[in-house]
Nanobody, 130 residues
Framework: QLQIVESGGGSVQPGGSLRLSCTVS????????IGWFRQAPGKEREGVSC????????NYAESVKGRFTISKDKAKNTVYLQMNSLKAEDTAVYFC???????????????????????WGQGTQVTVSS
């Protein structure tokens, strides 16, 4: 059974950096598209970034382009979200999500719509405040 565990959240001042980790157990990342989403209090969950099952194809929300970078370490079955130049509006609970592709031979690229992802972690809090 697929398990997803996020870590790396915390409190940081504006302009600071954090790196979130999403460790997936049970299956190889070659069979999953992984996405990062966030939800601020009183707001809907929004997509932040995603990475294809193979090939390292990435997608970013406009609000984080140039500041956030998604990457993966296949040996550790972990996907990272490096967040730089953080702003107060980045404050949210960040969730990692996975969608199976059932095919590890071709890259599958997905968008940032939360309903398209079937498996979710519990989330990690990121607070950006002075």
């Amino acid at each position: 059974q697929l398990q997803i565990v996020e870590s790396g959240g915390g409190s940081v001042q504006p302009g600071g950096s954090l790196r979130l980790s999403c460790t997936v157990s049970g299956f190889s990342l070659d069979y999953y598209v992984i996405g990062w989403f966030r939800q601020a209090p009183g707001k809907e969950r929004e997509g932040v970034s995603c990475i294809s099952n193979i090939g390292g194809i990435t997608n970013y929300a406009e609000s984080v382009k140039g500041r956030f970078t998604i990457s993966k370490d296949k040996a550790k079955n972990t996907v990272y979200l490096q967040m730089n130049s953080l702003k107060a509006e980045d404050t949210a609970v960040y969730f990692c999500a996975a969608e199976p592709t059932f095919d590890a031979s071709s890259p599958v690229v997905m968008g940032l719509s939360a309903p398209d992802y079937d498996y979710w972690g519990q989330g990690t809090q990121v607070t950006v405040s002075s």
